[in-house]
């Protein structure tokens, strides 16, 4: 049973959002890495670029595949995971801790309401799964 | 009609069942004044020892006493006897990467052993499977700047070989890069204070030799692209330099392109050929192409595998880094076998004898009345002589005397019309060079 901790929103396409005031951190959720299987690559945005909700700002690359990665919501990249150029298993290990992927500045913070929580997305992967 | 396979009972009833009376009408979208109404026009059937005696006759039209010295991106180098017999045994016979890679070990085998001779020559850190050919793999190369960079600005010499130029356009057309060409000194290279570098520019894209023949300071290049976050891309359209040349990487390129036919594969008329394609470690994510790794079984035993396959087309869909998803498999091959059967001193013995032999005929040639050298810069086995009267002229007179004087440089440059490119390597004997000045002398 995948991983979804309580305090943190989720989007359909597997990624979560840790929000601090007018920022919000984001990863890819537990179920997603368990997916994907060893994460060799991560591909990030540079500091400042700038997406729309839903736009692709990365990719995963795991030993059988690449999966882009989506915007949850609208902002400005303010910081990336550096750590993950060299160490792109943080991912499968601590992908709500040390995997993050990057912070944003949000351009509107009432997008999260629009977002899982994490019994919404619970649910979501068990319909998923029964696909 | 033995090759078509199906009968006319079997072709009523197939038209029979889609409702159409006729083969004709599955072409009805075709407008009828672009249809062919009558029979191919190939005549009457021959047999095939006439066929055979009327393809001898053609190929005796064909110019095969001519001494040429022709070079502008296609060069005449000896081919060993090993390299036919070697690439038609049936395991290696065929120009494609298998589709289930790894039960082909020879085959990567090879690929691997090409990969790294080619990063051994250009002095990079990773050269993938080959591309088509050298002009591909430079427009390869600018998308990958592209990519790298995230910049869409380009400076291109001017002294890059037209017909690559012209590749790079095609490819780039419609991807909104802004291209700038950079002008070229007296001296037949990159004027370096015409180069407006700045923040928004993806690479500066130079070869060398350049067309004219002549050498570019890579390192004073490589710097200057650095220092504004930029790349130096090196085209190389002759790699037999590469013997006696430093290399671009250690120059500080940080990607190299290169037609390949230089070894081993013949001048064919233009082609096919093989593009050989070098990068840093740190872009491999970015480079097109075919990739082949060394890794080890179960038992610990080498084996090779295609690697990096989530670049590519087949599983990455739209999303590819190139849509260059094969390689020239039979040609690397020839590359391969040109290489290991000279080695690292064979090849740097080929390059020498180019070096001298294009050096003596430059010096003859710009010893005679009217003739110079229109370039200064220090040069491989290529040179630009300076005539007295127009280059097309010249070579008409040559031709006459059975000589293929090299390539007229107005075709490419309407300023130089009394420039021609003059290609001398190691297949030229001294007395054919003796002939060629002699016959300018007149």
């Not at chain 2, 078509?4 to 009523?12: L, V």
């Not at chain 2, 502008?72 to 289930?100: C, K, M, N, W």
């Not at chain 2, 059975?402 to 009394?418: C, F, H, Q, R, T």
Request: proline share 5%; net charge negative; glycine share 8%.
């Amino acid at each position: 049973m995948a991983n979804t901790p309580e305090d943190l929103s989720y989007t359909k396409d597997h990624e979560w959002v840790r929000v601090r005031g007018e920022q919000a951190t984001i990863g890819i959720t537990d179920h997603a890495q368990n997916q994907l299987g060893d994460v060799v690559y991560v591909e990030l945005p540079k500091v400042g670029e700038k997406f729309e909700v839903t736009e692709p700002f990365g990719s995963v690359e795991s030993v059988k595949a690449v999966s882009e990665i989506y915007m949850p919501l609208t902002g400005s990249v303010v910081e990336v995971n550096e750590k993950l150029n060299d160490a792109p298993e943080l991912v499968n290990a601590d992908p709500y801790g040390d995997g993050w992927m990057i912070v944003i500045k949000m351009d509107n913070p009432a997008q999260v309401d629009g977002l899982l929580n994490s019994a919404e997305y619970e649910d979501y992967i068990k319909e998923e799964a029964s696909e | 009609m033995r090759y078509i396979p199906n009968s006319p009972d079997e072709r009523r009833s197939m038209l029979q069942d889609i409702g159409r009376a006729r083969i004709e009408d599955l072409f009805e979208q075709i407008p009828e004044k672009l249809r062919l109404n009558e029979p191919v026009g190939v005549g009457a059937p021959v047999s095939e020892p006439d066929l055979v005696a009327y393809f001898r006759e053609l190929a005796a039209h064909n110019a095969t006493d001519y001494q040429s010295f022709l070079g502008a991106g296609a060069y005449s180098h000896f081919i060993p006897v090993i390299i036919d017999p070697l690439i038609s045994r049936s395991e290696f016979f065929t120009a494609y990467t298998p589709y289930q890679p790894e039960l082909s070990q020879g085959t990567l085998q090879y690929i691997f052993e090409f990969q790294t001779m080619i990063c051994q020559l250009t002095g990079m850190e990773v050269a993938n499977a080959s591309l088509y050919d050298g002009s591909t793999g430079l427009a390869e190369a600018v998308l990958m700047a592209n990519r790298v960079t995230r910049r869409d600005h380009f400076i291109i010499a001017d002294t890059v070989h037209p017909q690559y130029r012209e590749v790079v356009e095609s490819y780039t057309k419609n991807l909104g890069l802004k291209i700038d060409y950079a002008p070229h000194t007296e001296a037949g290279t990159i004027d370096p204070a015409s180069l407006q570098i700045d923040k928004t520019t993806a690479a500066v894209v130079v070869q060398s030799p350049n067309f004219f023949g002549s050498i570019e300071d890579l390192t004073m290049l490589a710097e200057a692209a650095h220092q504004a976050g930029a790349l130096l891309v090196v085209a190389i359209t002759e790699p037999m330099s590469l013997g006696v040349l430093k290399s671009p990487g250690a120059c500080g390129a940080d990607i190299v392109v290169a037609e390949g036919q230089s070894f081993g594969i013949p001048l064919s008329y233009g082609g096919p050929y093989c593009g050989l394609f070098a990068t840093l470690e740190k872009y491999i994510r970015q480079m097109p192409g075919r990739l082949v790794g060394e890794a080890y079984d179960h038992d610990g035993r080498r084996g090779y595998v295609l690697t990096l396959s989530t670049r590519e087309q087949h599983i990455r869909r739209e999303k590819a880094t190139s849509n260059i998803c094969t390689n020239q498999g039979l040609f690397a091959l020839m590359a391969t076998i040109y290489l290991a059967t000279m080695g690292r001193r064979g090849v740097q013995e080929v390059a020498r004898q180019n070096l001298q032999k294009a050096h003596y005929a430059a010096a003859r040639i710009a010893g005679l009345d009217g003739f110079s050298l229109k370039i200064s810069a220090p040069f491989f086995n290529e040179f630009v002589v300076a005539c007295p009267r127009p280059a097309t002229e010249v070579m008409q007179a040559l031709l006459d005397k059975k000589i293929i004087g090299g390539v007229a440089l107005a075709n490419y440059y309407p300023e130089m019309s009394d420039a021609l490119l003059v290609c001398v390597t190691e297949t030229a004997r001294k007395s054919a060079i003796d002939d060629l000045v002699s016959a300018l002398a007149g």
